[in-house]
C-alpha cells in the first residue's frame, strides 16, 4: 500500500502562484509514476500533469503546458506540482495518484490506471 498526503492550495488571484505537494509513505513510492488530476464542481476529473518513477518523462494536459511544472524528489518521497500564471479556470481539486506499475515509463492519462489517490486539495484562483 502506498498513502499519499497532499499539502498546499488554497486561494490566489488570477497571475498568481502556488505549489502543490504530494507525499508518499508505504512501498516504494520512486518507482511509481505519479499523476495530478482536478475536478471542478460538475466536471469529470481531468489529467493535469504526469512524471514518470525517475523523473526522466513529463507530460502536461495542453490546458496547462508552459504555466505548470511538475518535479518529484524520490529523496523524499515527494512529488510537486508547480502551478504559475493560474487562471480563474484552474479553480477545482487537485489530486495526486500513484500508479502502481513500477518503473513505467509511460504515463498514463485517466483516472482507472492509477492505484493509489491523495485526499484532494482545493485551488480556487480569484478573477
Known amino acids: 500500500q502506498v498513502q499519499l498526503v497532499q499539502s498546499g492550495g488554497g486561494l490566489v488571484q488570477a497571475g498568481g502562484s502556488l505549489r502543490l505537494a504530494c507525499a508518499a509513505s508505504?512501498?516504494?513510492?520512486?518507482?511509481?509514476?505519479v499523476g495530478w488530476f482536478r475536478q471542478a464542481p460538475g466536471k469529470e476529473r481531468e489529467f493535469v500533469a504526469g512524471?514518470?518513477?525517475?523523473?526522466?518523462?513529463?507530460h502536461y494536459a495542453d490546458s496547462v503546458k508552459g504555466r505548470f511544472t511538475i518535479s518529484r524528489d524520490n529523496a523524499k518521497n515527494t512529488v510537486y506540482l508547480q502551478m504559475n500564471s493560474l487562471k480563474p479556470e484552474d479553480t477545482a481539486v487537485y489530486y495526486c495518484?500513484?500508479?502502481?506499475?513500477?518503473?513505467?515509463?509511460?504515463?498514463?492519462?485517466?483516472?482507472?490506471?492509477?492505484?493509489?489517490w491523495g485526499q484532494g486539495t482545493q485551488v480556487t484562483v480569484s478573477s
Open positions: 512524471i514518470n518513477w525517475n523523473g526522466g518523462n513529463t
Open positions: 508505504g512501498r516504494p513510492f520512486s518507482m511509481y509514476a
Open positions: 495518484a500513484a500508479d502502481g506499475r513500477a518503473t513505467a515509463h509511460t504515463i498514463v492519462v485517466v483516472p482507472i490506471g492509477y492505484d493509489y
